[in-house]
């Protein structure tokens, strides 16, 4: 796995970062976090840097998750269950997501990144649900910075040891969507207050 990483950033730099990650947010398999983590590595030796790092991991996470909500509101469910089998997006994940999503729409957007299965599904189930687009950006753009921030950020700190990265994931998945939606509550707690603020005014 490393090699084909090193491969692509030597070969491609930050514009293969943002064509690995759109292919992973469509579903592709990319192993999205292990590839933000190698891209902090790589900042971590001095051979790219944190701030454009950063810039092409947000641009790759959008793009992807923009174009999922393209293809889902252009061409549907039937497209979906036609095609989404060969790149692990099955029948069921779509309607266990949908369900989700219903209940928590906007915070499901927000930390989806964080919640393996459920990232690739999030922009096609929205579409799915005719979820508006500018609100869609908000909170999934949101996400991506958030997402993006984390784990090149991992990767940096943990530095020779940033392949330990795909073992936290998969272990600590649970506590990364609990901090996630302790943040969210904090963020939007913040913003209603700001809002009844300005408006006192």
Known sequence: MEQHLDFVIEHFGYFGIILLLVGGIIGLPVP???LLAYVGYNVYQ??????FSLFSAFAGSIGGISLSYFIGYKFGLPLIKKYGTKIHI?????NRTQKLFLKIGPIL???????????HLTAY???????????FVIFSYI???????????????LGENWNLVG????????????????????VLSF?????RFIKKK
């Open 125 to 135: 189930v929205a579409a799915l649900n005719k979820y508006p687009f500018r609100k």
């Open 191 to 195: 913003w209603k207050k700001r809002q």
């Open 143 to 157: 996400g991506a910075v958030i997402w993006s921030f984390t784990f090149i950020t991992l990767g940096t700190k």
């Open 90 to 94: 099955t029948e069921e994940k779509i």
């Open 167 to 186: 073992s936290y994931v998969s272990k600590y998945s649970f506590y990364l969507i609990l901090i996630s939606l302790l943040l969210l509550v904090v």
């Open 32 to 34: 999205d976090e292990v």
């Open 46 to 51: 001095n051979k790219l840097s944190y701030i």
């Open 109 to 119: 957007l927000l930390i989806g990144y964080f919640i393996p299965g459920v990232r």
